[in-house]
């Protein structure tokens, strides 16, 4: 019965939850791409990381925007 009370108090917005779910894919993507094209070519390690960290960066940067933008 607790775990009711639990559920009925939490609420959530889709909206943020949107905007998370789509940075936590971007910086999924991000991710794999880095570690495919380290695979493929690995002495360009360090400009991929760079990169990568930038692309990961404005991938989390969507979700702020979602978090404190969104009206609900």
Avoid: H, Q, W
Avoid at 15 to 41: D, H, I, S, Y
Avoid at 53 to 72: D, K, R, T
Wanted: proline content about 3%.
């Amino acid at each position: 019965m607790d775990t009711l009370l639990v559920l009925a108090a939490v609420t959530g917005s889709p909206t943020k939850a949107l905007a998370c779910l789509g940075a936590a894919l971007g910086v999924g993507l991000v991710g794999m791409k880095a570690v495919e094209a380290v695979g493929r070519n690995p002495g360009a390690f360090g400009k991929i990381l760079v990169i990568g960290i930038l692309g990961m960066a404005l991938a989390e940067a969507v979700a702020f925007y979602g978090l404190f933008l969104s009206n609900e």
